[in-house]
């Protein structure tokens, strides 16, 4: 079984920064592909950031310049700094990985954490 598990949540003022964590457990070798997702109240969750093992990485329009995903393949772990906060980064963020690109593979598996909350607020 595999299991996400994100840190780093918290209330911070706009502005300020917050740096998140996510570690995956479990019988896995490596993974190459883990995310960043984000869900704000009343809103669909959204795709905040990507990365591979082989360090690529991808943002949403919103994260572009001030959000920065960086791994550390041999712990299995995924983290999201977050720079320059606005209210309108108050949301759930949640760690994804998928099971295709694990190793071992599970194939047709989304894994996710349980999603660690963000309020930025004065």
């Known amino acids: 079984q595999v299991q996400l598990v994100e840190s780093g949540g918290g209330l911070v003022q706009p502005g300020g920064s917050l740096r998140l964590s996510c570690v995956a457990s479990?019988?896995?070798?490596?993974?190459?592909?883990m995310a960043w997702y984000r869900q704000a109240p009343g809103k669909e969750r959204e795709l905040v950031a990507v990365?591979?093992?082989?360090?690529?990485?991808n943002y949403a329009d919103s994260a572009k310049g001030r959000f920065t995903i960086s791994r550390d393949n041999a712990k299995n772990t995924v983290y999201l700094q977050m720079n320059s906060l606005n209210p309108d980064d108050t949301a759930v963020y949640y760690c994804n990985a998928p099971g295709a690109f694990m190793n071992p593979p599970r194939y047709g598996m989304d894994y996710w954490g349980k999603g660690t909350l963000v309020t930025v607020s004065s």
């Open positions: 990365s591979t093992s082989g360090g690529s990485a």
């Open positions: 479990g019988s896995i070798v490596s993974i190459d592909q």
